[in-house]
């Protein structure tokens, strides 16, 4: 759970106390709300005041609310609070974030958890149609979804698709893409005709941006119902329950009538007040000018939680209706500081409906800042005033209200004062705004009927809900002459605060708009005005400037082209920004028809996704918390290399609530405190020194998880730093290498190679190619229970893993039990991906080494930055490459030296550069081959296993080396891999023959469906007519080795129980991780055993029924666990053939059983499987390698912003070859989530640490940014290879293993963005071979470019100097 703070101090001074005490005597103590349609009522003395709603949530058992970042950031906490809102007057479902909101915020309201809605019995249709759409895999963000659907219906019971699109800006989910998702949602939506939809941004369809006439139709497709193009309802899809408005909760009749009171809630350390006018509000801040205000919480509560501010009297004033006003007046619009922004948005469009379009101009700048500013969530609580108040340099709002001369008026008891926005801000973080005030309303001017522009623009790392990295705000006041009467441009994220650009106004004064040199002396100033240092703080000098400079030049040509120009002096194409359209997708559906049979090759959904979307699926921290359970904390080291001082604990022992404290020196010997496989080269404790920031030093143990969490932060470690290594760079420059050295070759000796193949070949081209890594978030993070029992050091340990087996055996060395003691059980992961595979041990075994000293159940779930830091991420990668080819394309030779970063400690990384060594060929035939492999020692966090394991670093190489050499040749990279592609039965660099080798043919057919050609000069037509906006176009192929690369991991248990009433209990050694393992695994066990799927039935992984299992990685554990279970099934079949017989081959299961008891058969199997043929050796080469390739092509056109860095997918077309599969719903859902997954790790996501620290910057969603829903490509088609004999295929039912393969697909969107850029770059006479890293974040784009704005921006690095981050 999330800790939170303990406040020793009192909430207040004795005597501000007693003043505050007077003019608060008289508030009532009892918070009332409703909960899911039920009244309850709290008194200050039963419960912690500082709780957060999704604290008490959980608290009293409703667990269906996830904790996934406590940051805003996920959405995984959502749950919706009705209340009559005091700005409209109706009645309002506001999904909310529950990690962030205070208690006190629900007084008078109905708040509404997805238990509410509905369960299992009895689903809500939006939980429904997630379900059995595919929306839910792992579940742990399902319930936040399902939330935010559930408000946009109470709300609007026929959603535009539009909306439907824009409700879920505020949730990730990190398994599905997003895709099923949408689909699911828009069957509730109103479908709209012209299809011109443009998702945010304006534009498109009447419909959406609401000039038009609505709901009742479109206007530019007319509204004829007659032919068709009327907007219409969807049908409820057949078998699907119907959306009944009428049925849903109701608002308690008794909130209507509710009066609201005022509060005083809380203990001594702790006060919390709730007045409810505006004079109770300012008595309380004369009474104590350091009360905090509190509106939407979403600042604060963030400052609480993450930077340990105390706040001992807080006062919520989201209840002051005062504060929640607007008024238009003629020549301003007047609001309340803490309307809501939700309310903001729709103020602002009635502002820019009651001014019109010219007047209006400010309000639909706001609305168009708004729109972009986080998720929907926050913006249902969070208040311009709170984003005033913050002062924060990157605010979204600040630039607006400067530009646009807006009054603040600040009121105290005995005063109101008028403060200009452009004298609000005094420094970094500071305000004029005197203690006892507060911010009541602002007053934004309209814009003059004439001769004024106003625009805002904004540019983050991620389109939604992300903040800015540059924003703006630009307004100019010209007279009839187009000279400049007044200017204000107003910039967040270029200095410590809100600026203008003092240059570039002064220059502008009196200048005439029309003439260019104005454009041009204004960017000189603007130069001036923004000279960044290279190592400046947040970094990225160039691009920020870039930006800077980039918006104005937009704002520019979008003036002059309201002007009476000639239009070749507008430069056209700069002005608009990149719009989406609402996205849709189709899959085959038919592909696997041929070969369903009863059960097997069905589309069933997931087994859990309904209790998952109804929040009844269990996960490790949903597990009741026993009676007399600690929390634990960890003790984190702060420090990238040092040595351990002194630690100390006496300060966090007198801590209240704090029980123990655990390290190295409680493990049975000291041996035991090392860990990791193959190599055991961790310690679970630090001792003497540290090796990374996040390395775990010791655990605090208390009765809360606030108390642990104060009493973590209060142990003192003193250190003496040492020399640290971070990057891959640094580490070849100071030979800092693991043992772990892997080489793979092939064709001529590597000796020979100068003499040979590099003198021979026509072409010799090298390259580097530096690929980032990426960070798992899983939606829930790694968690765990310890529950030791009285007799033999028994224990239970419940953990969120991979890897049960090895939790087992790890806890039986810390605890110095024997394994047979041990129980180590999964119910199912919120996600794994990997980072579950072998971190979860560091958590559950320091996890028992305290339940093992202090007797009692132990439990802890990071939170996100702890688990960020502490859990390693996806390996970044270095590798420089050689290739020698012909003149004809004919690729000859192949060297490279492939580096990863693999941390601090092996963990698996070996194993993921030997995957990458032998991937390094992609699709591609070379005749010889060198590539050999290091992993990089460095002084970070230990990085592990992400799907794909080193596979996608391999095959980035190779897609690069393809692009870069055909660039090299002037031949199109198409034309390179159809002349170099393996054909079937052509041997790899490692010697495996290519059985059932399907992607040529898929290539082909990828090329053909798309109609690549016409495409492709369809692109280069629109890069010829535009200037700042290019086209890309990429198709890539995939081939992916299943078989784990450690041999003695290719096998598998599992055990099968038959029970009297003809119900199934199958337990084998694989984990449900939202894959859908159970699910096929269920499918299998009732085919085999001719029984309806719903009476099989998977509990849990467990070591006690399945014991020595391998983890659940390596895209192989259908194929070993289905045969597994198989192969007990074949024998109860055996068993159970004599009574078939007897009673007939249809003869019921129950009936069968029954028989087979009274004549003493056992009715229970253990099946074993073992994956043949494969022992591939290094360094001699021989043996087979893998057991089979699984395989696809993905193609993707993406449109960018050469302005700014912004893209998007305008089409990405997926085929695949999974053989026949056994699920094609699971199928899709993977290859969906996989392939997003991989756009992330290419585009978007991006980890860094700062440099004077080697601390881990981006550890959480509001730095580290997953695509969201609206990142995805705006058309995703999907298929499966079908029509084709699969003759060398021998695992179960044919299918192929597709957990991984298809990620590296999403690099296709990473190429298209390449093919783009080549493009602007060739606009300007480039031509040289363009070399991008991975990810191609928009900050990479916009620096590849080599247009006049990126040149006058660049920043160099001084003599020495250095960026603020690094990427490692
Ligand atoms: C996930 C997430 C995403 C975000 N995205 C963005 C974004 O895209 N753009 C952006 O600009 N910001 C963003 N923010 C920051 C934050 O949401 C905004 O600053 C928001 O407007 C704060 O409003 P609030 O009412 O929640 O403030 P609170 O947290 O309630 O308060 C913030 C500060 O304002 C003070 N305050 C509140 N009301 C008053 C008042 N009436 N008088 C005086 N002081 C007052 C408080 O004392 C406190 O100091 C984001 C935050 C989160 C958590
Ligand atoms: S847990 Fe609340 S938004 Fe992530
Ligand atoms: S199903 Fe969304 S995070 Fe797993």
Redesign the pocket.
Known sequence: MAPGITVPEPAVSTERSRSLQSVTELYDDTLRFYLNGTKVAIDSVSIDPEITLLEYLRGIGLTGTKLGCA???CGACTVVISQLNPTTKKLYHASVNAC?APLISVDGKHVITVEGIGNVKDPHPAQERIAMGSGSQCGFCTPGIVMSLYALLRNDTDPSELEVEEAFDGNLCRCTGYRPILDAAHSFSIKNPCGKAKAKGGGGCCMENGNGSGKNGCVTQGTDSANGDQSFKRFTPPGFMEYNPDTQLIFPPALRKHQLKPLAFGNKRKRWYRPVTLKQLLEIKSAYPSA???????????EIKFKAMQYTASVY?GDIAE?RQYRFSEDHLEIG??VV?TDLEEICLKAVEHYGPVKGQPFKAIHKQIK????RQ?RN???????L??A?P????NPVFIATNTMLIAKSLDKETEIPMSQFFKGYRTTA?APDA???SLRIPVASEKGEYLRAYKQAKRKD????IVNAALRVSLNDENRVKSVNLVYGGMAPTTVAAKEAISFLRGKKWTDPATLEGTMNALEMDFDLRFGVPGGMATYRKSLALGFFYRYYHEVLSEMSVKASEIDHDVRGEIERQISTGKKDHEATQAYEQRILGKPNPHVAALKQCTGEAQYTDDIPVQKNALYGVMVLSTRAHAKILDVEIEPALHLPGVVEYVDHRDLPNPEANWWGAPNCDETFFAFDEVFTAGQPIGMILADSAKHAEAGARAVKVQYEDLPAIFTIEEAILKESYFDHYRYISIGQDEGAFDEGVWKNADHVFSGVVRMGGQEHFYLETQACVVVPKPEDGEMEVYSSTQNPTETQSYVSQVTGVQANKIVSKVKRLGGGFGGKETRSIQLSGICAVAANKTKRPVRCMLNRDEDMMTSGQRHPFLTRWKVAVNKDGKLQALDADVFANAGWSQDLSGAVVDRALSHIDGCYRFPNVHVRGRLAKTNTVSNTAFRGFGGPQGMFVAETYMEEVADHLGMPVEKLREINMYKPNDPTHFQQELKDWHVPLMYQQVLQSIDYKERRKAVDAYNAEHKWKKRGLAIVPTKFGISFTAIFLNQAGALVHLYHDGSVLVAHGGTEMGQGLHTKMTMIAAQALNVPLSDVFISETATNTVANTSSTAASASSDLNGYAIFNACEQLNERLAPYKEKLGKDAPMKDLVHAAYFDRVNLSANGFYKTPDIGYVWGPNTGQMFYYFTQGVAAAEVEIDTLTGSWTCLRADIKMDVGRSINPAIDYGQIEGAFIQGQGLFTTEESLWHRASGQLFTKGP?TYKIPGFRDIPQEMNISLLKDVEWEHLRTIQRSRGVGEPPLFMGSVVFFGIRDALKAARKQYGVDEVLSLQSPATPERIRVSCVDPIIKRSLIEPREGEKSFFMAI
């Open positions: 940051e805003g950031g962030l905090k205000v509190i509106g939407g919480s979403t600042e604060t509560q963030i004033v504060l500081g803490n922004l972009y500013f986080a998720g926050i609580v969070s208040t311009p005033a709170g984003n108040a913050t924060s990157i605010s979204d709002l705004l507060i911010i009541a809900d992300d903040i800015a509001g």
